[in-house]
C-alpha cells in the first residue's frame, strides 16, 4: 500500500515569491493535514482537511492556504514568502477525524 | 493553547539498555500517538493508544495511556543503533480538532 507522497521534495525559493506543495494521502484516507516543522518551533499545526472542507486551522497568517480535491489529494499555498517560512512541511493523511495520522517524508523548503 | 511536555529532551545509551519516556499535559486527550523521525524523513507511527489505562506492545517497544488522560509513557527494551531518532508523542484534543505534538525526545545508541 502506498503511503502518503508529498512533493517536491526540495524547494528554494526568494522572498516574496509563492509556492504550492503537493500531498497525496494514502488510497482510502480521506483526512488530510499540514504541519510546519522548524528546530526551533517544533511540529506546529497548519490545517486540516476532510471531504474538501478544512476542518479545522492553526495559529498562521493568511498567507498560509490549503485546499482538497474531490479524489483528497491536497496542496497548501504560501504567499508573499519570508525567511522565516523555511522548514519542513509535512503532510499526514488519516482515515478520518481522529485517527492516528500517517505522515510524507515532507517537502523541505528553503527561501533565501 | 494546549501543550505537551516531553521529557527527557535528549538521551545517550549503551546498546542493550532499556529507554523510557514520557509526555504529560495540563488538558485532557482522547488519544496518544507515538512517532519516530528518523533524519531527513517524516514521522513514523509506532504505537496507538485509545484508551485511559491501555497498554500496548510493539516488538520492543511498549506504551501506556494514562488513567488521568494527561499523560503516556513510551518504553524502549534491548535497545539497538538503529532505535536512534527523534520520539514524538502526540495526542488528539477531547474535540478530536487537532493533533498536538510534544517537543520531541533525541535518542543516541551508542554501540
Known amino acids: 500500500k502506498a503511503g502518503v507522497t508529498q512533493t517536491p521534495r526540495y524547494l528554494i525559493k526568494t522572498r516574496g515569491q509563492q509556492v504550492t506543495l503537493s500531498c497525496s494521502p494514502i488510497?482510502?484516507?480521506?483526512?488530510v493535514s499540514w504541519y510546519q516543522q522548524t528546530p526551533g518551533q517544533g511540529l506546529q499545526f497548519l490545517f486540516e482537511?476532510?471531504?474538501?472542507?478544512?476542518?479545522n486551522k492553526g495559529n498562521f497568517p493568511g498567507r498560509f492556504s490549503g485546499r482538497q480535491f474531490s479524489n483528497s489529494r491536497s496542496e497548501m499555498n504560501v504567499s508573499t514568502l519570508e525567511l522565516g517560512d523555511s522548514a519542513l512541511y509535512l503532510c499526514?493523511?488519516?482515515?478520518?477525524?481522529?485517527?492516528?495520522?500517517?505522515f510524507g517524508d515532507g517537502t523541505r523548503l528553503s527561501i533565501l | 493553547g494546549q501543550q505537551l511536555n516531553q521529557s527527557p529532551q535528549s538521551m545517550f545509551i549503551q546498546e542493550g539498555e532499556d529507554v523510557s519516556m514520557n509526555c504529560t499535559s495540563s488538558s485532557i486527550f482522547n488519544t496518544w500517538l507515538w512517532y519516530k523521525q528518523d533524519p531527513g524523513e517524516g514521522p513514523v507511527l509506532l504505537i496507538a493508544l485509545y484508551k485511559a489505562g491501555e497498554l500496548t506492545s510493539n516488538g520492543r517497544l511498549t506504551a501506556q495511556f494514562g488513567i488521568t488522560r494527561k499523560d503516556s509513557f513510551l518504553n524502549i527494551s534491548a535497545s539497538i543503533p538503529s532505535d536512534v531518532g527523534i520520539y514524538f508523542c502526540?495526542?488528539?484534543?477531547?474535540?478530536?480538532?487537532?493533533?498536538?505534538f510534544g517537543t520531541g525526545t533525541r535518542l543516541l545508541v551508542s554501540p
Open positions: 499526514a493523511s488519516s482515515s478520518g477525524p481522529g485517527q492516528p495520522q500517517h
Open positions: 502526540a495526542g488528539h484534543d477531547t474535540g478530536f480538532q487537532k493533533l498536538v
Open positions: 482537511y476532510f471531504s474538501e472542507t478544512q476542518r
Open positions: 488510497s482510502g484516507h480521506r483526512s
